[in-house]
């Protein structure tokens, strides 16, 4: 199973903003920075996280992106459903496949994607922000006092 970039920079944008110190907000062009994506692609995906309302997203002056919720709220397989259009491992009917009637794969690899969901509805987001200190200087933020 592979992620798309959607929601791998969906990932990335959470973390990246809940390493923010606190009462400062995350723009999108930092983030277009960091991960050197494009800014329609990030406003796709905060827009998205806003709705979700994993980020709020706060316009106008001093205005950027924050967490919409405590990390330890955020869910890491429930943000894996809400920004994954498609977790069927394959299509058996695209083009149709003659041994579909008699063929068991399908439910062994729905089986192995339901494991994987299951191992990430174990993570939140504050799970992965247990070696701050060491992300904040990855991403060159400035450390809170």
């Known amino acids: 199973m592979q992620l798309t970039r959607y ?3 969906a990932l990335r944008t959470l973390i990246q903003t809940a390493l923010m110190p606190d009462g400062e907000r995350l723009s999108v062009t930092t983030i277009t920075a960091t991960y050197n994506i494009s800014r329609s692609h990030v406003m796709k995906i905060v827009q998205r996280l806003g709705q979700l309302s994993y980020l709020r997203n ?29 977790l069927q491992v394959i299509d058996c009917n695209s ?3 003659k041994l ?8 062994i690899l729905a089986e192995a994607m339901g494991a994987f969901i299951g191992v990430l509805d174990r993570y939140t987001l504050a799970d992965l922000l247990d070696n701050r200190h060491e992300l904040i200087r990855l991403l060159a933020l400035d450390e809170p006092a």
């Open 58 to 86: 706060v316009r106008g002056k001093g205005g950027g992106i924050e967490l919409g919720m405590p990390p330890d709220m955020i869910n890491i397989g429930q943000v894996v459903r809400d920004m994954e259009a498609n």
């Open 100 to 107: 579909q009637p008699a063929c068991r794969l399908r439910g």
């Open 7 to 9: 929601t791998d920079y």
């Open 95 to 97: 083009p149709g496949c």
